[in-house]
């Protein structure tokens, strides 16, 4: 099974704030990873597919990159609507497997 | 727009079963793979199940695998869960979610509201 590790599993920012959160795969999954974000209650919500590519009205602050083992979701200018957890997915086998979350928490 | 709605979770004993439902609107139900993903009470994502298109190819979680069955009625545009030898770590709300598009990567999820299952005596 494919292990998706992201890092830091919580972060304190204040709204401007420039966020960035990584996620690792324990082996190659090409660009085969998506981005999605939870608040609490709610059903999770689509960012960014293929690693980078942005899901359809998501705001353009949010931006992904990254391929093969590593991956990097980044907020350029963090809003008071973007708190919330975010997880990684991969796609490439299965079992899909999910990041363990960041919440992104208010400083 | 895509509608999913899933229905069936309930309080159940452990060795108890339940049988989830997933009903969707707004797309071509039988030109999309199908998940289900659960979470428990405060933790993260865990897939569950996935099924292809036609029904043919289910997919499972070792922690699930040889209890659950998951499947789908393209002429219902419903999708099922069949959860036996339920274990209280099966305690989560359940989602379904369709795969975002008809090539054979099971990602670019868009989400049903969830329905609850307890497991406890």
């Known amino acids: 099974d494919i292990q998706m590790t992201q890092s830091p599993s919580s972060v304190s920012a204040s709204v401007g704030d420039r966020v960035t959160i990584t996620c690792r795969a324990s082996q190659g999954v090409s660009s085969w990873l998506a981005w999605y974000q939870q608040k609490p209650g709610k059903a999770p919500k689509l960012l960014i597919y293929?690693?980078?590519s942005l899901q359809s009205g998501v705001p353009s602050r949010f931006s992904g990159s990254g391929s093969g083992t590593d991956f990097t979701l980044a907020i350029s200018s963090l809003q008071p609507e973007d708190f919330a957890t975010y997880y990684c997915?991969?796609?490439?086998?299965?079992?899909?497997?999910f990041g363990g979350g960041t919440k992104v928490e208010i400083k | 727009e895509v509608q999913l709605v899933e229905s069936g979770g309930d309080l159940v004993q452990p060795g108890g079963s339940l049988r989830l439902s997933c009903a969707a609107s707004?797309?071509?139900?039988?030109?999309?793979?199908m998940n289900w993903v659960r979470q428990a009470p405060g933790k993260g994502l865990e897939w569950v199940s996935g099924i292809s298109a036609s029904g043919s190819n289910p997919y499972y979680a070792d922690s699930v695998k040889g209890r659950f069955t998951i499947s789908r009625d393209n002429s219902k545009n419903t999708l099922y869960l069949q959860m036996n030898s339920l274990r209280a770590e099966d305690t989560a709300v359940y989602y379904c979610?369709?795969?975002?598009?008809?090539?054979?990567?099971?990602?670019?999820?868009?989400w049903g509201q969830g329905t609850l299952v307890t497991v406890s005596s």
């Open positions: 293929a690693a980078s």
């Open positions: 707004g797309f071509t139900f039988s030109s999309y793979a």
């Open positions: 979610a369709k795969v975002g598009d008809s090539s054979a990567y099971y990602y670019r999820f868009d």
């Open positions: 997915q991969q796609a490439h086998s299965f079992p899909l497997t």
